[in-house]
């Protein structure tokens, strides 16, 4: 038999056995994962994996959350207990602190972090080290896929040398290196690992052709792109659409604080438009892992070309400035009570960086809170996903959101919308309320208690 | 019987009688309506309004356009042909080139073109003078509705007091005026007048609620909101939405030609994610009525209030900028093709703004053509929308999309996607195309000819 490679030049080239052993082990599922974080994207995608039969070893540096995979103890919202429980016991996951079992990995996804420095350039470090460290233990017929968001050439320029020169190993040939972004949208009920299209790009067409058919194992439908550089800039531009649309909505709230006009009620009424719109609003700031970050990679990576991304620094100055802008409308507020804010009690509501979701990183609630804080304010929070948190030197306690709570401050700040509070309850208890999510625009207000950003 | 307005403070207010009549009439469709500006606008709505049985008088400067309507010549695509001929012969729809007739109009509305001056700067001209004139004949129980596109502030401050001060009348008592901007997509057969939803803002609460009685005879459902400058607001947002977004795509397109990428595949993949994305493409500008100009009315008017709308000055700056990245882009094809552009022939297909549309005001492909025959190349081009074009002193006419049109053409270029060009026989035709408009980027082209944007 000969095989042949679906290269679209249509030359036949004869097909390295590593590459068929390895797609036949996909084909029928029993090659062996590695996942290498095991985060909010990695766990899902561990379970998704060993869920239709392959056998998943998790790497995660962080032995607690090591031992927790390994007891079943979930940790991930967007995974559920009784599936991963299942698959433990069954031996179809099993998570490791060190990269020894690499070794034995047909296929190693890899799912770090990629944080920016606090000058907002990237900081590829983990995915540096997790590369290295594969380098050592790289043997023919193993792909390796980044999910982690990056800059458009990190696969390329940054992974493959580290892979090639420590191994003596050629991609396309020995080993396969593809990126795959996550699009993981944690707390998101109707679009799963599993049913959200993924992209996947390669530079050479046999790393697509076998990293297009482990993906196509588990998720519905599969994207393929001609580079690992297309790829990558996707996912940066999904990210940088998001983040340029909201910073173009609280742009349109600092203007409409300016003219007096509800710029809710404008947005609620552009959204009534049943074609060429999309809806965004206003709000604290943007926070979590992607939105304030993944832009910054491609701004930092096209300076090498002499471009600047003005769209995603504009939108990240803007997006950044929010905070600020919520602590001045806040003395604002106090200025009309006739309160100076050093001997005002605020209660801020919502501290994490979306709503219903336990992850307060990045979270603009935060840098709201420090700022009054170093205003001198007497803060208190309820959120009843964060129970306790550190900001600037302070230990602060969540509260419960009892009617005193509520009724003894002088402001109400809302800064995260949870359904779990009643905005009703506390739209009747406060005092005088702040409100950066609109979560109150549609209740009755006959006492004009609210505020809206 | 009293009758008391529904002002939301909840205090009865006996209502004026002329208020009571007008809702009588608009309820019972016997209201005269006048529509002042019979184009893209105007005619379709005097249309809808007619076949309800409103009798229509339409008020159109242009006499020609005048006699066409009289005569039931349609000259709108979005206006069914035989609907306006059995409207106009059943005397439903008449058309005068004066407002002499306006004093028989209980509801007058105004869809006279907003354009920008060559600085950027809001043109009110059409608004200003059409109010004057209404202003003279204004009588008690009227309805005023400003349906043309402007800056927030235009209603109330630059109408009301054109209205009050040459009548004596005042709004809200005797007369009343709302803004309620139009959202035709001319061309789009999903969403027209009738099924479009439609925001209504004013200033006072009775001429919020006639007016939405007024819009609700036709339009499935009416939203209102709490100011005529929140309206004005609305509208201005929605166009700036798409400004900046094709602008985001635009400088993608721009980063990506420096990187290497195909910014069509990067987009087409990123449009696979099934939430958080909106498709947007790049091209060689941006064209119509709209998108345009709308933004720069708020640009201005926020200068007031020493505000800069930075999103709107890049979008603008970008997307003006595209036309001239066309030209450059065409001289690389050129230059590798070993032929100068002063002794190339180019062919430019689709010089229209937008696809299927005979529609070329502001169009970015005659932006193109100016620089490219300011280059001295010999051009020609084809658009089955416009038979002929006087761009910068030269006369151009549309050439027929023969065989040897286009394959004597050192290039091609194209700028507007018409769905009537079959682009997979320019492909095979053509010796080097420069798609801007990711009009062939799914076909095969083994022979490299094609360059996208």
Chains 1, 2 share one sequence.
Not at 42 to 69: C, S, T, Y
Not at 82 to 100: H, M, P, R, W, Y
Request: charged share 20%; hydrophobic share 40%.
């Amino acid at each position: 038999m000969t095989t042949t490679s679906f290269s679209p030049q249509g030359n036949s080239v004869p097909l390295p056995s590593c590459f068929l052993q390895l797609k036949e082990r996909i084909t029928n599922h029993t090659a062996q994962v590695a996942v290498v974080g095991l985060g909010y994207v990695g766990l899902p995608f561990a379970v998704e994996k060993a869920k239709v039969g392959f056998p998943v070893l998790g790497i995660e540096q962080n032995p607690k959350r090591a031992d927790r995979v390994n007891q079943a103890d979930n940790y991930i919202a967007d995974v559920d207990d009784a599936e991963l429980k299942v698959l433990v016991e069954a031996g179809k996951i099993q998570a490791f602190t060190g990269f020894d079992r690499i070794i034995d990995a047909d296929v190693v996804v890899i799912c770090v972090p990629t944080p920016l420095t606090k000058n907002l350039t990237p900081d590829l470090s983990y995915i540096e080290s997790v590369t290295t460290a594969i380098a050592h233990r790289l043997r023919p017929g193993q792909l390796i896929s980044l999910e982690s968001t990056t800059y458009p050439g990190t696969t390329d320029d940054v992974m493959r040398p580290i892979l090639e020169d420590s191994s003596g190993l050629k991609q396309g040939r020995d080993f396969f290196l593809s990126h795959s972004p996550e699009r993981v949208d944690p707390g998101n009920k109707r679009y799963t690992t599993k049913n959200t299209n993924k992209v996947v790009g390669a530079s050479d067409s046999l790393s697509l052709e076998i990293a297009t058919l482990f993906y196509q194992q588990t998720i519905d439908h599969v994207v393929p792109v001609s580079s690992a550089k297309a790829a990558e800039l996707v996912k940066i531009f999904e990210n940088t659409f998001r983040a340029v649309n909201i910073a173009l909505v609280n742009e349109l709230a600092l203007l409409c604080d300016r003219i007096d006009i509800n710029v809710w009620e404008v947005l609620d009424a552009a959204n009534t438009k049943p074609f060429g719109i999309m809806p965004f609003y206003p709000g604290p700031g943007v926070g979590g892992h992607c939105i304030p970050i993944d832009p910054h990679y491609l701004e930092w990576k096209a300076k090498e070309v002499n471009f600047n991304t003005r769209f995603i620094a504009l939108a990240g100055e803007i997006n950044r400035r929010m905070p600020s802008f919520v602590r001045s409308k806040a003395f604002r507020v106090l200025n009309q009570l006739g309160i100076a804010p050093s001997r005002s009690q605020i209660l801020v509501i919502g501290v994490t960086y979306k709503k219903d979701l336990a992850d307060w990183r990045e979270s603009p609630a935060l840098a709201v809170m420090e700022a009054l804080l170093h205003d001198q304010v007497t803060l208190r929070y309820h959120d009843p996903y964060v129970p306790s948190l550190h900001i600037d030197g302070h230990w602060l306690e969540s509260v419960e959101l009892t009617d005193d709570a509520i009724g003894s401050a002088d402001l109400v700040i809302i800064t995260t919308e949870h359904s779990s509070v009643d905005f009703s309850r506390v739209l009747h208890q406060a005092k005088a309320i702040l409100d950066t999510r609109g979560a109150t625009r549609h209740l009755s207000d006959p006492d004009h208690k609210v505020t809206l950003l």
